[in-house]
């Protein structure tokens, strides 16, 4: 395969296996690269790229920025609460205008579902979504498979528990369908009232016993509950949740078996896992953190080729 068959990213939707591949191993040059004392190649010399954030975000506005810089090309960074935005200006208008100065690609997170779909159809730039409401979350899901990949080797037939908030989560929906389409078995555990109806429809099944769950899996990827997307409440109490879906040492300890835990951050401590468990050498949190420069690097890159094509 020579190259992305997209010219976006906007979801995972979008992505064949061959895709998912190519970005991983283009991940794996990547990885060399930035472990080296020179962390810097000239791929993207000549490029320029405007990260676009409309809500809030650590991991994935920096490690878009690093990974822009690891490739040498040129940024800009765009946050809504001190733009024109909140003059009023469209969401087309600021991003014709930000395109006006020869930017190339935009990498854009929003809290509206498909607004970067929306972009897509209505500008002339490439777009990376970084995160659309609870929509997608396309490059999380490529670096949670890309680190499981690297701890077990492979996802083909791999169990993968994905335990939380799946009604309100764009990471949840994101890495189903990178995991099915790797060839892995995904599963959902959670509140009856956080697992969303048409789960089935996406190929994964549901467990809402923690326990029966995690004695299933080889892998449990534990979310946070999102409560900024959520309008009632959903369970009685955080303590509540906490007793019944939080991963503890001694719940994890019960299981009788050794599995990789995963979180997409930011962590609520105590909540859905507790410090134990996430500073546990079972978890790879810091490694899924450290892999999404690399596989980053590799979408920027990949995408970059595919320039009016
Ligand atoms: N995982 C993730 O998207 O984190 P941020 O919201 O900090 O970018």
């Known amino acids: 395969m020579e190259g992305l068959s997209t010219r976006h990213l906007l979801g995972i939707k979008d992505l064949k296996e061959q895709d998912i591949q190519l970005i991983f191993e ?7 690269i930035i472990n080296r004392s020179i962390k810097k190649v000239p791929s993207l010399r000549d490029v320029t790229i405007a990260n676009i954030f409309f809500e809030n975000s ?9 990974a822009e810089k690891r490739l040498s090309a040129d940024i800009v960074n765009f946050s809504a609460s001190s733009s024109s935005v909140s003059k009023g200006e469209t ?7 930000i395109l006006a100065m020869k930017v190339d690609m935009v990498v854009m997170r929003h ?25 997608e979350h396309p490059t999380q899901a490529l670096l949670d498979a890309y680190s ?3 701890k077990l080797g492979g996802l083909a037939g791999k169990k993968i528990l994905i335990v939380g908030d799946i009604l309100h989560s764009r990471v949840a929906l994101s890495n189903i369908l990178c995991l099915k389409k790797l060839g892995a078995e995904v599963k959902v555990c959670g509140p009856p009232t956080l697992i969303p109806k048409f789960i089935s429809t996406l190929g994964a099944t549901v467990e809402y016993d923690l326990k029966k769950a995690l004695a299933w899996c080889d892998v449990a990827n534990m979310l946070r509950i999102q409560h900024e997307r959520q309008d009632f409440k ?3 109490s955080l303590r509540e949740y906490s007793m019944q879906y939080g991963l503890t040492l001694d719940v994890l300890k019960a299981i009788g078996k050794e599995i990789v835990i995963m979180h997409p951050g930011p962590i609520n401590r105590g909540v859905e896992i507790t410090s134990e468990v996430a500073d546990s050498g079972q978890a790879i949190i810091l490694e ?19 320039v009016e094509s």
């Open 26 to 32: 283009t991940s794996d040059n990547f990885k060399q």
């Open 58 to 66: 650590t991991r994935t506005r920096i490690s878009f920025e690093l």
């Open 91 to 97: 969401l087309i208008d600021t991003v014709n205008n």
């Open 111 to 135: 809290p509206a579902p498909g607004a970067c779909i929306f972009l897509a159809k209505n500008v002339k730039s490439q777009i990376i979504n970084a995160g659309d409401g609870t929509h």
């Open 148 to 150: 499981i990949r690297e």
């Open 234 to 236: 959903y369970f009685p």
């Open 288 to 306: 899924q953190v450290e892999n999404g420069v690399a596989v980053r690097m590799a979408v920027l890159y990949l995408l970059a080729a595919q």
